[in-house]
């Protein structure tokens, strides 16, 4: 079929459209049939209106992943406040939720670099799990989708989002999926399928983090106007099945330390969960503001789980799966207004999460629950989803205990980003704000982009080529040696990851490199596609990034994407993207210093989270 032949599309109308399945869309659309199944019971005693027909009026929900699930991953240990609203009798379901227990045992283990471990005698009040469940995201959000779809909810897998559709008044009417067939410069293949036109009277996006659609949405109506902008970390996490007593079902530690120093400006730390059959799910999480341009969150990962603590813990065990995902974490001053014609955010694609316990199911869920409510209300008056109309969820957020969770720790992440001492001065300065409730300090305190906060090697040489000995080399010492010569500003990174080599990468190890990690993820995509990772300018990774940053990409991606390759014909390096790693963790997206990589939705594919 020829690409200039214009495509037919198939239309498929909707009530409700929720993009992505998670927990935040699956509580929305459990409450939503929960209340237009009220509504219409109520009419059926004989109350005034209008029933609202599922049959005419579907509500649908599309996900990226092949199987519901299979894309989500978190640490996680779920306070069940939201769960317990939306499905009050959820111990007694049929099939129960997928607990793994009660988290019972919590601890604060400060990591020494020498190899000690210290546990706080104290657990602080952030860290207690008391009443909370142990669970792996991808088993709960495919429990919540058998809910919802026993509600009537139709979900459909393997259905990407490609771009949001709009009205002629620029209000949003729904998503077009993506084109499949399309080879990898852009061709129709003979087994071209054009993406459907899911339209819609309201589009509910909870896509995750950094949601491409969501960003989007975000720049177009100005959500994040008068905001700070949000800030991420990269959570790199493993599930190993260990040596039997090596680590109790129902035991949660929290690390902080090691590999990261106390007077350093990286935020993060370790988190380490007891699951059953001596399953334990552990993983490690660090800003993406880290001013060292050489971060490399899984090379992190791999140093803490070397640990003695962590190691004892592992020796002897087995890997079963691999994840990572980016979290937001600027809390409430950074969230967009969640709001616009015709749709509503939810979720991590908002930013609903409390980085003080690190912990955002709870919050997704609830503010899902409210844009439902919001919804209803829309279907019930046969109304247009007005701006006025869906304002109505920001308005039941305030009124929310999202709002006082998450306000009493408005100012928690900021206190991290001054110098000097980060981590130890954002700490005090972090415990008092949670110890006071919020009230000190008090107003609003600013935060800076991931991206700006990125330290350079080298200033710039007005864009002209890096010096040539620069160039055929990914050593980031000798980058730095040399830009110490000529007297330019530098940036010393911490480690030396030149030439990426793991410390150990032999199965029954403890540590694995990205690319048998990978392996682990269950990560595919189809070849011949267009690259998913849209870089606007590969020039600037070889000149400028080379010269100025060292590629962090090589460093930053845990999945062995990117990487800075020679190229034929002697003409220096340049980038080599490796697509089909990618667990879809959006890393790039963010922490790319000159924010030319966009993470757009693939024809398919992606990690496969079994248990994570
Ligand atoms: Fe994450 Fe980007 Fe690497 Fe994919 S390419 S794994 S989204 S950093």
């Given at each position: 079929m020829s690409t200039d032949e214009p495509i037919q599309r198939e239309e498929l109308p909707c009530g409700v459209l929720f993009v992505g399945a998670g927990p935040a869309t699956l509580s929305a659309a459990i409450r939503l049939m929960d209340l237009i199944a009220k509504h219409n019971d109520a009419i059926d005693q004989g109350a005034p209106g209008t029933k609202i027909d599922t049959s005419?009026?579907?509500?649908?929900?599309?996900?990226?992943?092949?199987?519901?699930?299979?894309?989500?991953?978190s640490g996680a240990i779920l306070d069940p406040r939201a769960l317990r609203e939306l499905l009050p009798e959820f111990e007694k379901m049929d099939p129960p939720p997928p607990f793994e227990g009660e988290a019972q045992d919590d601890s604060l283990v400060l990591m020494l670099a020498g190899g000690g471990a210290v546990t706080a005698p104290v657990t602080p009040p952030t860290f207690q799990n008391h009443g909370n469940y142990i669970t792996s995201l991808n088993r709960f959000t495919k429990w919540l989708a058998g809910v919802a779809e026993a509600r009537g909810?139709?979900?459909?897998?393997?259905?990407?989002?490609?771009?949001?559709?709009?009205?002629?008044?620029?209000?949003?009417?729904?998503?077009?999926?993506?084109?499949?067939?399309?080879?990898?410069?852009?061709?129709?293949?003979?087994?071209?399928?054009?993406?459907?036109?899911?339209?819609?009277?309201?589009?509910?996006?909870?896509?995750?983090?950094?949601?491409?659609?969501?960003?989007?949405?975000?720049?177009?109506?100005?959500?994040?106007?008068?905001?700070?902008?949000?800030?991420?970390?990269?959570?790199?996490?493993?599930?190993?099945?260990?040596?039997?007593?090596?680590?109790?079902?129902?035991?949660?530690?929290?690390?902080?330390?090691?590999?990261?120093?106390?007077?350093?400006?990286?935020?993060?730390?370790?988190?380490?969960?007891?699951?059953?059959?001596?399953?334990?799910?552990?993983?490690?999480?660090?800003?993406?503001?880290?001013?060292?341009?050489?971060?490399?969150?899984?090379?992190?990962?791999?140093?803490?789980?070397?640990?003695?603590?962590?190691?004892?813990?592992?020796?002897?065990?087995?890997?079963?799966?691999?994840?990572?995902?980016a979290i937001p974490e600027g809390g409430w001053f950074s969230l967009p207004r969640p709001y616009m014609p015709g749709a509503m955010l939810v979720g991590d694609s908002a930013g609903f999460l409390n980085m003080t316990r690190l912990k955002g199911i709870h919050l997704a869920m609830k503010s899902g629950m409210l844009a439902a409510e919001t919804a209803f209300e829309v279907l019930r008056d046969q109304a247009e989803a007005t701006e006025e109309r869906t304002k109505a969820y920001w308005g039941r957020i305030l009124d929310s205990w999202v709002f006082e969770e998450m306000w009493k720790v408005r100012n928690f992440r900021q206190a991290f980003q001054k110098k000097p001492f980060g981590f130890l001065r954002g700490a005090l300065a972090a415990g008092v704000h949670v110890e006071s409730g919020g009230l000190?300090?008090?107003?609003?305190?600013?935060?800076?982009?991931?991206?700006?906060?990125?330290?350079?090697?080298?200033?710039?040489?007005?864009?002209?080529?890096?010096?040539?000995?620069?160039?055929p080399t990914v050593d980031l010492a000798a980058k730095v040696a040399a830009s110490r010569k000529d007297g330019s500003k530098t940036f010393a990174p911490k480690e030396q990851p030149a030439g990426m080599p793991e410390?150990?990468?032999?199965?029954?190890?403890?540590?694995?490199?990205?690319?048998?990690?990978?392996?682990?993820?269950?990560?595919?995509?189809?070849?011949?596609?267009?690259?998913?990772l849209v870089v606007a300018d590969t020039d600037i990774c070889h000149t400028r990034c080379a010269e100025e940053y060292g590629n962090p990409c090589q460093y930053f991606c845990p999945a062995s994407v990117y990487e800075m390759v020679e190229a034929e014909g002697g003409k220096g390096r340049q980038l080599r993207l490796n697509f089909s790693n990618c667990v879809h963790c959006k890393t790039c997206d963010i922490r790319d210093p000159y924010q030319i990589i966009t993470w757009v939705t693939p024809q398919g594919g992606g990690p496969r989270y079994s248990g994570l």
């Open positions: 005419e009026q579907p509500v649908f929900m599309i996900e990226k992943a092949a199987e519901v699930g299979d894309h989500n991953m909810v139709q979900i459909l897998p393997n259905f990407p989002g490609a771009e949001v559709l709009f009205t002629d008044g620029g209000a949003v009417k729904g998503v077009r999926t993506v084109d499949r067939g399309v080879g990898k410069h852009g061709e129709r293949l003979s087994s071209f399928e054009p993406g459907t036109d899911i339209t819609a009277k309201l589009t509910i996006l909870g896509e995750g983090v950094r949601g491409h659609l969501s960003r989007g949405l975000i720049k177009k109506f100005k959500l994040d106007e008068g905001k700070n902008p949000q800030i991420y970390s990269t959570g790199v996490k493993e599930l190993w099945k260990v040596k039997p007593g090596r680590f109790p079902l129902g035991k949660a530690v929290h690390t902080a330390g090691f590999p990261l120093s106390l007077t350093g400006n990286d935020f993060g730390g370790g988190f380490i969960y007891g699951f059953k059959d001596d399953h334990v799910s552990l993983g490690f999480v660090v800003s993406l503001d880290s001013p060292d341009p050489a971060l490399d969150p899984h090379r992190m990962f791999s140093r803490w789980k070397e640990h003695p603590y962590v190691k004892a813990i592992l020796e002897g065990g087995e890997l079963v799966r691999y994840g990572a995902k000190w300090p008090p107003g609003k305190l600013g935060l800076q982009d991931d991206h700006h906060r990125i330290e350079k090697l080298r200033e710039p040489s007005n864009g002209k080529q890096p010096p040539a000995q620069l160039l410390p150990s990468v032999k199965t029954g190890g403890i540590v694995y490199d990205k690319v048998t990690d990978v392996y682990y993820a269950g990560s595919t995509h189809e070849e011949d596609q267009p690259p998913h």
